[in-house]
Nanobody, 123 residues
Framework: QVQLVESGGGSVQAGGSLRLSCLAS????????MAWFRQAPGKEREFAAAITWNGGNTWYADSVKGRFTISRDNAKNTVYLQMNSLKPEDTALYYCAARSGGYRTRENAYDYWGQGTQVIVSS
């Protein structure tokens, strides 16, 4: 079992930055592929970024590529999402997710989820 707790959300003006964190419990964190998804009001949850167990590979949705960076610190059981040049359309509830296999963009491929942290970007 893995429990995930997100933090770092908040309100920011367009062009600003935020860093989200996801703290995982469990001794096998380092073996999981980790991802960030987001859900905007009235929309379905969508993939944002993912990172392999050792941080060797990362993937991004086109909508965040070049602005967001996913990273992880296995010694701290934490995965991060650095978000720069934020836009109003980045406003969403951001979720951390984990799976024991390789990288996927489908949410139903992930086994564990956090409760989410809210990001609001004003224009």
């Amino acid at each position: 079992q893995v429990q995930l707790v997100e933090s770092g959300g908040g309100s920011v003006q367009a062009g600003g930055s935020l860093r989200l964190s996801c703290l995982a419990s469990g001794r096998t964190f380092s073996s999981y592929t980790m991802a960030w998804f987001r859900q905007a009001p009235g929309k379905e949850r969508e993939f944002a970024a993912a990172i392999t167990w050792n941080g060797g590979n990362t993937w991004y949705a086109d909508s965040v590529k070049g602005r967001f960076t996913i990273s992880r610190d296995n010694a701290k059981n934490t995965v991060y999402l650095q978000m720069n040049s934020l836009k109003p359309e980045d406003t969403a509830l951001y979720y951390c997710a984990a799976r024991s296999g390789g990288y996927r963009t489908r949410e139903n491929a992930y086994d564990y989820w956090g409760q989410g942290t809210q990001v609001i970007v004003s224009s």
